[in-house]
Protein backbone atom coordinates (compact mmCIF):
# COMPACT_ATOMS: atom_id res chain seq x y z
CA UNK A 1 0.00 0.00 0.00
CA UNK A 2 1.64 3.86 -1.06
CA UNK A 3 2.13 6.07 1.50
CA UNK A 4 1.61 9.53 1.69
CA UNK A 5 3.27 11.60 -1.09
CA UNK A 6 4.31 15.04 -1.61
CA UNK A 7 5.64 16.94 -4.54
CA UNK A 8 7.40 18.89 -4.99
CA UNK A 9 10.07 17.96 -2.43
CA UNK A 10 11.75 21.27 -2.42
CA UNK A 11 10.32 24.11 -3.55
CA UNK A 12 12.71 27.65 -4.20
CA UNK A 13 11.23 30.86 -5.07
CA UNK A 14 11.30 34.22 -4.95
CA UNK A 15 9.20 36.84 -2.49
CA UNK A 16 5.96 37.68 -4.70
CA UNK A 17 5.85 34.20 -6.91
CA UNK A 18 3.21 31.62 -6.34
CA UNK A 19 3.73 28.24 -5.21
CA UNK A 20 1.49 25.03 -5.20
CA UNK A 21 1.86 22.01 -3.44
CA UNK A 22 0.27 18.95 -3.85
CA UNK A 23 -0.92 15.64 -1.28
CA UNK A 24 -2.08 12.28 -2.58
CA UNK A 25 -3.19 10.39 0.56
CA UNK A 26 -3.51 7.01 1.29
CA UNK A 27 -6.02 5.67 -0.97
CA UNK A 28 -9.43 5.34 1.02
CA UNK A 29 -8.63 7.77 3.39
CA UNK A 30 -11.14 10.62 3.84
CA UNK A 31 -9.42 12.94 6.27
CA UNK A 32 -6.38 14.78 5.05
CA UNK A 33 -4.18 17.29 7.18
CA UNK A 34 -2.37 20.05 6.34
CA UNK A 35 0.41 21.08 8.82
CA UNK A 36 3.58 23.38 8.66
CA UNK A 37 7.16 23.68 10.15
CA UNK A 38 8.60 27.26 9.87
CA UNK A 39 12.67 27.30 11.18
CA UNK A 40 12.79 26.53 15.21
CA UNK A 41 8.99 26.12 15.76
CA UNK A 42 6.71 23.58 16.61
CA UNK A 43 4.76 21.79 13.63
CA UNK A 44 1.35 23.52 13.59
CA UNK A 45 -1.73 22.49 12.33
CA UNK A 46 -2.98 24.58 8.97
CA UNK A 47 -6.49 22.68 8.46
CA UNK A 48 -8.30 19.71 8.05
CA UNK A 49 -10.45 18.11 4.92
CA UNK A 50 -12.90 15.32 5.49
CA UNK A 51 -13.30 14.27 1.73
CA UNK A 52 -13.81 17.40 -0.28
CA UNK A 53 -14.85 19.76 2.70
CA UNK A 54 -12.70 21.80 4.47
CA UNK A 55 -13.76 20.63 8.24
CA UNK A 56 -10.88 23.29 9.81
CA UNK A 57 -9.15 25.80 8.70
CA UNK A 58 -8.43 28.03 11.29
CA UNK A 59 -4.75 27.23 11.75
CA UNK A 60 -4.18 28.92 7.84
CA UNK A 61 -2.28 31.86 8.42
CA UNK A 62 -4.00 34.51 6.12
CA UNK A 63 -5.92 34.64 3.29
CA UNK A 64 -2.84 34.28 0.43
CA UNK A 65 -3.11 30.22 1.48
CA UNK A 66 -5.51 28.61 -0.69
CA UNK A 67 -6.32 25.00 -0.39
CA UNK A 68 -8.17 22.76 -2.38
CA UNK A 69 -9.32 18.99 -2.39
CA UNK A 70 -10.70 18.02 -5.75
CA UNK A 71 -12.96 15.01 -5.99
CA UNK A 72 -12.08 14.53 -2.17
CA UNK A 73 -8.77 12.50 -3.36
CA UNK A 74 -5.46 14.30 -3.57
CA UNK A 75 -4.85 18.18 -2.06
CA UNK A 76 -3.38 21.27 -3.22
CA UNK A 77 -1.84 24.20 -0.89
CA UNK A 78 -1.69 27.22 -3.02
CA UNK A 79 0.80 30.39 -1.35
CA UNK A 80 0.02 33.19 -3.70
CA UNK A 81 2.18 35.20 -3.32
CA UNK A 82 4.65 34.43 -1.71
CA UNK A 83 6.41 35.90 1.37
CA UNK A 84 10.11 35.46 3.16
CA UNK A 85 7.98 34.29 6.60
CA UNK A 86 6.14 31.58 4.36
CA UNK A 87 9.42 29.34 4.73
CA UNK A 88 9.48 25.97 6.15
CA UNK A 89 8.24 22.43 5.81
CA UNK A 90 4.95 21.81 5.06
CA UNK A 91 3.50 18.33 5.85
CA UNK A 92 0.38 16.63 4.63
CA UNK A 93 -1.28 13.76 6.56
CA UNK A 94 -4.18 11.73 6.10
CA UNK A 95 -6.13 8.92 8.24
CA UNK A 96 -9.05 6.60 8.21
CA UNK A 97 -11.43 8.38 9.98
CA UNK A 98 -10.79 11.65 12.67
CA UNK A 99 -9.48 11.82 15.86
CA UNK A 100 -9.28 8.46 17.12
CA UNK A 101 -7.51 7.07 14.08
CA UNK A 102 -3.84 6.83 13.80
CA UNK A 103 -2.03 9.81 11.09
CA UNK A 104 0.29 8.96 8.70
CA UNK A 105 2.85 11.68 7.28
CA UNK A 106 4.05 12.44 3.85
CA UNK A 107 7.74 13.26 3.69
CA UNK A 108 7.04 17.56 3.43
CA UNK A 109 7.90 19.64 1.14
CA UNK A 110 10.33 22.05 1.96
CA UNK A 111 9.64 25.49 0.69
CA UNK A 112 12.61 28.58 0.50
CA UNK A 113 10.91 31.91 -0.20
CA UNK A 114 14.11 34.04 -1.05
CA UNK B 1 -6.25 24.49 24.70
CA UNK B 2 -3.98 21.28 24.60
CA UNK B 3 -0.90 22.28 25.02
CA UNK B 4 2.27 19.47 24.42
CA UNK B 5 5.51 19.56 26.07
CA UNK B 6 8.66 17.59 25.70
CA UNK B 7 11.51 17.50 27.76
CA UNK B 8 14.87 17.30 27.25
CA UNK B 9 15.06 19.01 23.94
CA UNK B 10 18.18 16.80 23.31
CA UNK B 11 19.98 13.70 24.51
CA UNK B 12 22.42 11.60 23.88
CA UNK B 13 23.17 7.94 25.50
CA UNK B 14 25.96 4.93 24.86
CA UNK B 15 24.90 2.04 22.29
CA UNK B 16 23.07 -0.64 24.80
CA UNK B 17 21.00 2.21 27.17
CA UNK B 18 17.46 1.99 27.55
CA UNK B 19 16.08 5.35 26.42
CA UNK B 20 13.43 7.47 28.67
CA UNK B 21 11.25 10.20 26.54
CA UNK B 22 9.02 12.29 28.05
CA UNK B 23 6.04 14.06 27.21
CA UNK B 24 3.61 16.28 28.85
CA UNK B 25 0.30 17.42 28.18
CA UNK B 26 -2.22 19.67 29.68
CA UNK B 27 -5.92 18.07 28.61
CA UNK B 28 -6.51 15.00 30.17
CA UNK B 29 -9.56 14.59 28.07
CA UNK B 30 -7.57 13.70 25.19
CA UNK B 31 -8.44 11.28 22.92
CA UNK B 32 -5.50 9.74 21.98
CA UNK B 33 -1.36 10.40 21.68
CA UNK B 34 0.45 9.56 18.57
CA UNK B 35 4.66 9.60 19.01
CA UNK B 36 6.62 9.89 15.67
CA UNK B 37 10.09 9.35 14.51
CA UNK B 38 11.78 12.15 12.45
CA UNK B 39 14.94 11.56 10.61
CA UNK B 40 16.76 14.97 9.37
CA UNK B 41 15.33 16.40 5.85
CA UNK B 42 12.64 13.32 6.27
CA UNK B 43 8.98 13.25 7.07
CA UNK B 44 7.27 11.87 10.51
CA UNK B 45 7.09 8.38 10.83
CA UNK B 46 4.48 7.02 13.10
CA UNK B 47 5.73 4.50 15.89
CA UNK B 48 2.67 4.33 18.39
CA UNK B 49 -0.81 5.50 19.02
CA UNK B 50 -1.98 4.81 22.35
CA UNK B 51 -5.76 5.38 22.54
CA UNK B 52 -7.50 7.28 25.77
CA UNK B 53 -8.65 3.81 27.07
CA UNK B 54 -5.23 2.28 26.69
CA UNK B 55 -2.33 2.57 29.70
CA UNK B 56 0.10 1.63 27.06
CA UNK B 57 1.12 0.11 24.14
CA UNK B 58 4.20 -2.03 23.07
CA UNK B 59 5.91 -2.44 19.00
CA UNK B 60 9.31 -4.10 19.03
CA UNK B 61 11.90 -2.94 21.67
CA UNK B 62 8.96 0.36 22.08
CA UNK B 63 6.85 0.63 24.63
CA UNK B 64 4.24 3.72 25.14
CA UNK B 65 2.57 4.43 28.30
CA UNK B 66 -0.16 7.22 28.98
CA UNK B 67 -1.24 8.45 32.08
CA UNK B 68 -4.35 10.51 31.53
CA UNK B 69 -4.37 11.83 34.95
CA UNK B 70 -0.69 12.97 35.43
CA UNK B 71 -1.18 14.47 31.90
CA UNK B 72 2.34 12.24 30.61
CA UNK B 73 3.38 10.19 28.37
CA UNK B 74 6.13 8.12 27.83
CA UNK B 75 8.22 6.29 25.59
CA UNK B 76 10.92 3.78 26.33
CA UNK B 77 13.33 2.28 23.60
CA UNK B 78 15.19 -1.07 25.13
CA UNK B 79 18.64 -1.72 24.06
CA UNK B 80 19.54 1.46 22.11
CA UNK B 81 21.07 1.25 19.12
CA UNK B 82 22.75 4.21 16.61
CA UNK B 83 20.00 3.63 13.98
CA UNK B 84 17.67 5.19 16.89
CA UNK B 85 19.46 8.20 16.59
CA UNK B 86 16.59 10.92 15.07
CA UNK B 87 14.35 13.27 16.47
CA UNK B 88 11.30 12.16 18.63
CA UNK B 89 7.81 13.78 18.28
CA UNK B 90 4.46 13.32 20.72
CA UNK B 91 0.95 14.91 19.73
CA UNK B 92 -2.41 14.63 20.78
CA UNK B 93 -5.66 16.00 19.12
CA UNK B 94 -7.18 19.15 20.02
CA UNK B 95 -10.44 18.21 19.22
CA UNK B 96 -12.19 15.10 17.95
CA UNK B 97 -11.30 15.29 14.25
CA UNK B 98 -7.82 14.77 14.96
CA UNK B 99 -6.36 18.36 14.91
CA UNK B 100 -2.90 17.22 16.23
CA UNK B 101 -0.91 19.55 18.73
CA UNK B 102 2.67 18.78 18.95
CA UNK B 103 5.47 19.02 21.05
CA UNK B 104 9.00 20.06 20.26
CA UNK B 105 10.77 16.95 19.92
CA UNK B 106 13.48 15.39 21.77
CA UNK B 107 16.69 14.97 19.50
CA UNK B 108 18.53 11.64 20.51
CA UNK B 109 21.80 10.77 19.64
CA UNK B 110 22.97 7.14 20.10
CA UNK B 111 26.80 6.44 20.24
CA UNK B 112 28.61 3.43 19.08
Not at chain 1, 77 to 84: I, M, Y
Amino acid sequence: EAGVTQFPSHSVIEKGQTVTLRCDPISGHDNLYWYRRVMGKEIKFLLHFVKESKQDESGMPNNRFLAERTGGTYSTLKVQPAELEDSGVYFCASSQEGGWYEQFFGPGTRLTVL
Amino acid sequence: KQEVTQIPAALSVPEGENLVLNCSFTDSAIYNLQWFRQDPGKGLTSLLLIQSSQREQTSGRLNASLDKSSGRSTLYIAASQPGDSATYLCAGPTDSWGKLQFGAGTQVVVTP
